[in-house]
């Protein structure tokens, strides 16, 4: 690549907007926005099974087939889990040298509707699994072949899908420009909630996905604690309790014997009250009015799958009082190899800082903490609500123009989200009012999207000629 991703440029401390801008200007030099069109695969390009099979080892090993299974369905579902692929790939790309935090999966279902904690529905990046600062760049791109994978699922053309990416990638660049005339302040204070969501797509929205939009909505307004309360729990004894639904949901009874069962019980309210020291104090006094009532063992997402995962039915006021949280094992970013290791050495810890610092508004109770296993190994989580008014995207239902404006809501989030932490001027200065970068990504996505069609195919040739297991399963 052109500048290592790791030796990025930095503005020195206090220095002048004009000296930020000439920044990214300079950049273009060393790395043309017109270079960030070309993928190539490197002719030592490692296997990209490879690289599942060394994330599946550290994994639950019964749990990694149904990851295979949801992984070989369609391109779109291989692409959700192969995020270490594409920073395996990106690694060798251009870059500007300039960084943010990154996401580092910001595929166009990782955008979706959200709570605040004033209770408002906000449209934001939702999954910081990977979270680390690097290139802005590999955000844009993973985002962008996402819209074209998916184009190519619902039969959309070649200009259809040309013109989402270069829409999209639009939208970043203007928002990125908006945000480097704007103060520091303004840039932490913005978001986009339900009465901005028109706005950032003027007509376009109107026309094409009002109805979508209002339906998403109110649907995200039912997915909460008491939604999943009814849904996932049963009564035993007269108590409430989490139903099982193997393999996807498994009570910790059903498990461990009872005497292992009883240990990891243990570890699991350890965990609760230790994590609730990583919350604000306010917080912390509501968590500590709850009572863990029961824990299971759930399946989650796609790329996800065979990590370990937990959700807690907590109790309030009295039975009908329920909070379920999840804790989330968090392992190493697969952007690490790549961009350099994180400075917190706890990566539950990093996902939630890069989730606070990426997010406008984050939940009320996510938090962090280490665990010892009962096979005696350590492990780090991160704790957040389980369900918290979220509504997801359903790009196989999505028109031409619905994707397009889709794109361009994500593109100016994932530029809100990049302007709080990287230096905003240099990149709206290196993508300049042109677009020219906006052309390059609309090339690039279409060629990693052939890339991830033929690693796609590798995984189903895979599984048929019995090199890995496969079980194909309801999505969670």
Known sequence: MSQNATTAMRAAPHTTPKER?????????????SGHAVYKPSPDR???LAILEAQSAARVQELVPIRYGRMMEAPFRFYRGAAAIMASDLADSPVSGITAQLCGDAHMLNFRLLASPERDLMFDINDFDETLPGPWEWDVKRLSASLVIAGRANGFDDAERTRIVRSTV?????????????????????????????????????????????RAMAKARTRDTLQAFDKL????????????????????????????RSALERQFRGLIERYGRTLASDRRTLLEDYRLADVARKVVGVGSVGTRCWIFLLLGRDGQDPLFLQAKEADTSVLADHVGT?????????????????????????????????????RDFY???????????????????????????????????????????????????????????????????????????????????????AEELPAS
């Open 170 to 214: 639009r939208s970043y660049r203007e928002a990125m420009i908006r945000f480097a005339s704007t103060g520091n302040l303004d840039v932490w204070y913005a978001k986009i909630d339900q009465d901005i969501l028109e706005a950032l797509a003027p007509g376009r929205l109107r026309k094409h996905g009002q109805k979508s939009l209002a």
């Open 383 to 469: 704790v957040r609500q389980l369900r918290d008014w979220k509504g997801i995207a359903e790009p196989e239902k999505m028109r031409p123009k619905g994707m397009q404006a889709f794109g361009e809501l994500c593109g100016v989030t994932l530029a809100r989200a990049h302007a709080r932490s990287g230096d905003r001027i240099a990149i709206a200065a290196y993508l300049g009012r042109g677009d020219s970068f906006d052309r390059a990504l609309a090339t690039f996505a279409e060629a990693y999207a052939d890339q991830n069609e033929r690693d796609h195919q590798a995984l189903v040739d895979a599984v048929r000629a019995g090199r890995l297991p």
């Open 233 to 260: 729990t049963e009564r035993v004894d007269g108590q409430p309790r989490i139903a099982a639904d193997p393999p996807l949901l498994v009570p910790v009874g059903d498990l461990l014997p009872d005497v292992e």
């Open 21 to 33: 801008a000439a920044l990214g200007k300079e950049a273009r030099r060393r790395s043309p926005r």
């Open 46 to 48: 490692p296997d990209p």
């Open 342 to 378: 994180s400075r917190y050495t706890n990566q539950g810890e990093r996902v939630v800082s890069g989730q606070r610092l990426m997010q406008a508004a984050s939940d009320i109770l996510l938090g962090w903490e280490r665990v010892d296993g009962i096979d005696g190994k350590q």
